[in-house]
C-alpha cells in the first residue's frame, strides 16, 4: 500500500503555448491570474513547433515540445496542441477553459514536502524520508516571472502579449526513491532572464506529480 503523502503543495499547473498561436493570448491572461493565486504553481512552456509559421517565438524550446509530448502519451491523448494546461500532472484542459481549470484547482493537495533554500550561489533541495515513495525525477526548472513581447509576424501579428511565469530551462538534477536526500544546483548556468526556480518531483513516466516548491533567486 501507497505511503500517505501529508505535507501540503502548491497546485502545479503547466501550460504550453506559443507566442504564434492566436488561441494563445486568453491562457496567457488566465495564468497570469492563477499566478497570483496561492497555493498555485503556474508555469508557461513554449512550445517550438508554431515557430515556422510565421513567428519565432524567442522563449520556445524543443525540451518544451518533448514535455508536452510525454503527457499526451502519459494521457493517453492522440496529439498535442496549445494551449494546452496540464494540472498536477494528471488532468489536461484547453488552456483558456476557466471552468475547468478552476474546478481541478479546487481539491485540496498533500505530498512530498519540498525545502527549498539559497546557499552560497547554489539551490539547494532537501527530499524527506518516504518509505515506500515511487521512484521520481526532482525537475529544476528556471523561470522569467514577467515578459512583455511585441508581435511583428503571425497569427498574432500587431499585438503585444504579457508573458507570465516563462520556462527558460529546465532539467532533472536526479532521482528520488523515498530516501531523505539533498540535491544542489549552481545558479550561475541559469539563463540571464530566470527570477525564479521551481522543483517538481515527478515519479517517473511524467505522471501525478508529488512534491512541488517554488523559490526566488534575487
Excluded at 492563477?34 to 503556474?42: E, I, N, S
Excluded at 512552456?45 to 524543443?62: E, K, T
Aim: proline fraction near 8%.
Amino acid at each position: 500500500m501507497p505511503p500517505v503523502l501529508a505535507a501540503p503543495r502548491p497546485a502545479v499547473v503547466e501550460l504550453f503555448t506559443s507566442e504564434g498561436c492566436s488561441s494563445c493570448p486568453p491562457a496567457e491572461i488566465y495564468v497570469g491570474e492563477l499566478a497570483q493565486r496561492p497555493g498555485v504553481l503556474a508555469l508557461t512552456f513554449h512550445v517550438d513547433y508554431w515557430d515556422d509559421l510565421g513567428w519565432r517565438d524567442r522563449f520556445a524550446s524543443p525540451a518544451a515540445t518533448q514535455r508536452q509530448r510525454a503527457y499526451a502519451q502519459a494521457l493517453h491523448l492522440p496529439s498535442i496542441y496549445t494551449p494546452q494546461a496540464v494540472i498536477d500532472g494528471g488532468q489536461e484542459f484547453v488552456g483558456s477553459d476557466r471552468r475547468g481549470v478552476g474546478a481541478a484547482l479546487e481539491k485540496p493537495r498533500n505530498g512530498v514536502a519540498v525545502g527549498l533554500a539559497l546557499q552560497q550561489g547554489a539551490v539547494v533541495v532537501d527530499l524527506p524520508d518516504q518509505p515506500g515513495a515511487q521512484p521520481s525525477d526532482v525537475l529544476l526548472v528556471a523561470y522569467q516571472r514577467h515578459a512583455i513581447t511585441p508581435i511583428g509576424r503571425g497569427e498574432n501579428s500587431g499585438r503585444t502579449v504579457e508573458e507570465t511565469n516563462v520556462v527558460r530551462e529546465f532539467h532533472s538534477l536526479g532521482r528520488w526513491s523515498g530516501q531523505s536526500r539533498q540535491f544542489r544546483a549552481d545558479t550561475r548556468p541559469l539563463p540571464a532572464g530566470a527570477t525564479d526556480v521551481a522543483v517538481l518531483v515527478q515519479p517517473l513516466g511524467q505522471t501525478l506529480i508529488i512534491g512541488a516548491g517554488t523559490l526566488a533567486l534575487h
